[in-house]
């Protein structure tokens, strides 16, 4: 007897499972094309992943080409234990990097990235292995060497290998990603768990999964021997998409009956998601409906004279699950499937004799379709067999027969053994989604520029052995601007050229070498120089804590500049030549500089560069103004527009006076702060300035050891009239000197 659906659900439901799968790259930074992820794999490992793909295309495939790989069996034995090995310290060192970027997404990428690499080899290796026999085909065809049959022999093995190309990637794939589960079952996922905790561990059937070796997952051949046959055509004897509504509907009463909200339309992401997670989890299919198992435990119970009362508890959850199937039964039976799900399984010992020609959805149509077996016959009769030969009808026909008469019994268990197939191909088709999104926006490279310029702008995510991780250079994880600015560059080239002396020379022997003989002193590069400017950066790198001082080191080196051009200036006054004057502006940024290439030509993108560019500059009228006055310092910034028409942190709307002056940008003396320890002094020096002034200074070590002092002078930008400059009110907003007054140095050391 069937049982009504509020039947079936009366009874208390076991305690199911939840299949979860916690997967995603979202918070991962994209590359070079600012869309994928730029990977670089180890190259240790890109190499063993080959060579166990030969030994294994070989052992799959009946090519006589690779005769010699398959006798040495050592050899593969080898390979194999290799692959294993590289793998897991590849894993281990991938894990270790998501620990220390505290992003446990750079461990599923590793994953991803390498299951991507296993899948072009396999293919990329089959495809080799065709061209090889195209090329010695073509070669035997011109020689005509070898002889016709020697010709004909390798157009067979080729045949061979094309007619059974999905059978040998799949077996490829199979057995590579079951070494690959076991590696991560074994030697990885202990350390895995231990790191980020069992949330984040991916169940093995994520990577044991058949779909992601299959060419075509929907395929009537890969269905049968994957999993269960079905096809998706109005036609077709069981169909896909009805079954699993059937199970989604089950399962949302079961959702509901165990507390949960009912599954509707309007149902929240998050309880479709519990819905998807109960159908996935393959246990739930025999804790609901497999009787079999309780049915033989009765006879093991009697056999071992256990009680009445355990017995009568067995049987009480025979009735239960027999219930459950039954309903299902009847609904399958009630969309006109359930005779295409008995044939198919009548059908696994005899589909291969007649495919091809027929692909198993025709040997199935053959034996409930009535109407269809004419033109399925005939088609048989037109495309004979490779010998000639009619092919036998006569199994199908007795398969037809036998399928009819299928008992009740034996039709519940092709039904169960069904169902728990069609949601095996359900979960691993949802899992391969979510892995074929992931690999999809991975750019696996070994291109040389690609990885230069990847690496540089940070953005690379290297997964390499532990053998090839000395040459790795730690990331920058910040950075400073040192930008210099010589006033008036064209009226002194032009000076110099009325004199009928080089101005070429005249800047490089005044300011570019000797600034360039500094750099090395303070670790600063070259970014960028021009007739009248220098660009210079000092980077900090990670876990290297001994040289974070890129903002002390480039006001340092700010101030030796100002110096070495005031000594030449000294000379040039002598012998009547035109003297130099700078502003340097310094700007830091708590984040790496990105970088494009020209060819072979680094070129550094970074706000920093604008900004210092901005810090360095003197406004021509301030200038005007200023010419004639003796200012205590060399640099003042003012405001000119309200504080409503001021763009928060922009510096577009102040005008500054810098001549012989160093400004450094607000962010740049937090950072300086954490570098050395500064002290702060309220100055009263009526020989430097009559109104008091404060001023921060400290120490720093140079490359070589050496400490040099620094002062850092604090002012407030006062807002004043575009014209007269008075003052109308002093802002929030503060601006901050290198100094280079020597007297505000002695009045410092006086002081201390």
């Known amino acids: ?14 305690e199911l499972k939840s299949y979860k799968v916690n997967f995603s790259l979202k918070r991962l930074t994209p590359g070079v094309d600012n869309i994928h992820h730029d990977v670089h794999i180890s190259p240790k490992l890109r190499k063993s992943v080959m060579t166990v793909i030969e030994y294994l295309v070989a052992i799959h495939s009946n090519a006589t080409e690779f005769e010699s790989i398959k006798k040495n069996t050592s050899g593969w034995t080898n390979a194999r234990d290799d692959f294993q090995g590289i793998c897991v310290d590849v894993l281990l060192n991938a894990i270790n990097q998501a620990k220390l970027q505290k992003e ?32 010695i085909i073509r070669k035997n065809e011109v020689s005509r060497s070898s002889g016709i049959k020697t010709v004909i022999l390798l157009k067979e093995e080729l045949s061979d290998l094309l007619n059974n190309r999905r059978r040998i990637i799949s077996q490829v794939a199979g057995e590579l990603f079951q070494f690959l589960v076991e590696i ?46 079905f096809g998706n055509r109005l036609n077709d004897p069981i169909k896909y998409t009805p079954i699993i509504d059937l199970l989604q509907n089950f399962f949302s009463q079961v959702h509901h009956k165990n507390g949960r909200m009912e599954i509707t339309e309007s149902t929240s992401p998050e309880d479709m998601k519990q819905l998807s997670g109960l159908i996935n989890e393959i246990d739930n299919m025999d804790s609901l409906f497999n009787y079999f198992e309780y049915e033989k435990k ?26 459950r199937l039954n309903y299902f039964y009847k609904k399958i039976k009630a969309i006109k499937m359930i005779d295409g799900i008995i044939a198919s399984f009548e059908i696994q010992q005899i589909y291969r004799d007649y495919c091809p020609p027929l692909n198993p959805l025709e040997v199935l149509k053959y034996l409930v379709s009535p109407k269809e077996r ?34 009740n019994e034996i039709r519940r268990q092709y039904l169960f053994q069904y169902l728990k197939g069609i949601v095996c191909y359900h979960r691993d088709l949802h899992n391969y989604k979510i892995l074929k999104e992931a690999m999809d926006w991975i750019n696996l490279t070994d291109d040389e520029n690609t990885l230069r310029l990847s690496r540089i702008n940070h953005t690379l995510y290297d997964f390499l052995h532990s053998s090839e991780q000395t040459d790795v250079e730690k990331p920058v994880v910040n950075h400073v601007i040192l930008k210099t600015d010589v006033r008036g560059s064209t009226d002194i080239t032009h000076q110099i050229k009325e004199r009928g002396l080089n101005p070429a020379s005249y800047f490089s022997f005044n300011f570019f070498n000797p600034i360039t003989e500094m750099l090395s002193e303070y670790g600063a590069e070259k970014v960028f120089i021009e007739g009248d400017a220098i660009i210079l950066s000092i980077f900090e790198k990670e876990d290297t804590p001994k040289d974070w001082y890129a903002v002390a080191r480039a006001c340092g080196l700010a101030i030796n500049m100002l110096m070495i051009t005031q000594r030449y200036n000294a000379k040039s006054k002598k012998h009547r030549l035109p003297i130099l004057e700078q502003g340097i502006g310094i700007c830091y940024r708590n984040t790496p500089p990105t970088y ?30 200023f010419a004639e006055k003796k200012l205590p310092f060399n640099l003042y910034v003012y405001q000119r527009s309200s504080d409503e028409n001021m ?41 430097i300035q009559d109104e008091k002034f404060v001023v921060y200074t400290g120490t720093f070590p140079t490359i070589s050891g050496k400490y040099q002092r620094l002062v850092i002078r604090e002012a407030e930008i006062p807002l004043v009239s575009n014209d007269a400059l008075d003052v109308i009110r002093m802002t929030n907003r503060k ?18």
């Open 1 to 14: 007897m069937f049982l009504s659906p509020k039947n079936i659900f009366d009874h208390i439901l076991p």
């Open 104 to 135: 446990y997404q750079v461990d599923f990428l590793a994953q991803a990235a390498l299951t991507k690499l296993i899948m072009e080899e396999i293919r990329n290796r089959f495809e080799s292995l065709v061209e090889h026999y195209k090329n």
């Open 184 to 229: 991560q079952k074994q030697d990885v996922q202990n350390i895995r768990e231990s790191n980020f905790g069992s949330a984040i561990s991916l169940p093995g059937t994520f990577f044991s999964n058949p779909v992601i070796n299959a060419e075509n997952s929907s395929s009537d051949h890969f269905l049968i021997e994957a999993y269960v046959l």
């Open 298 to 323: 009765i006879k093991e119970y009697k056999n071992n004279k256990k009680s009445k009362d355990e017995i009568l508890c067995l049987k009480n959850e025979v009735k239960i699950r027999k219930n």
């Open 374 to 407: 004419n033109e399925i016959a005939g088609k048989l009769k037109r495309l004979k067999g490779s010998d000639g030969k009619a092919t036998d009808l006569k199994p199908l026909i007795r398969a037809a027969k036998k399928q009819k008469k299928t008992k």
């Open 596 to 625: 494009l290439f020209d060819g072979d030509n680094q070129i550094m993108i970074s706000p920093a560069i604008n900004l210092a560019d901005r810090l360095s500059g003197c406004t021509k009228s301030l200038r005007k103004k």
């Open 647 to 687: 763009n928060g942190s922009s510096d577009d709307q102040l005008s500054r006076y810098n001549v012989n002056g160093i400004e450094l940008n607000p962010e740049g003396f937090d950072k300086l702060k954490e570098e050395i320890n500064l002290q702060k002094i309220r100055c009263h020096a009526p020989d």
């Open 735 to 752: 601006y901050f000197e290198v100094c280079t007054n020597r007297k505000l140095y002695e009045f410092i050391k006086n002081a201390n």
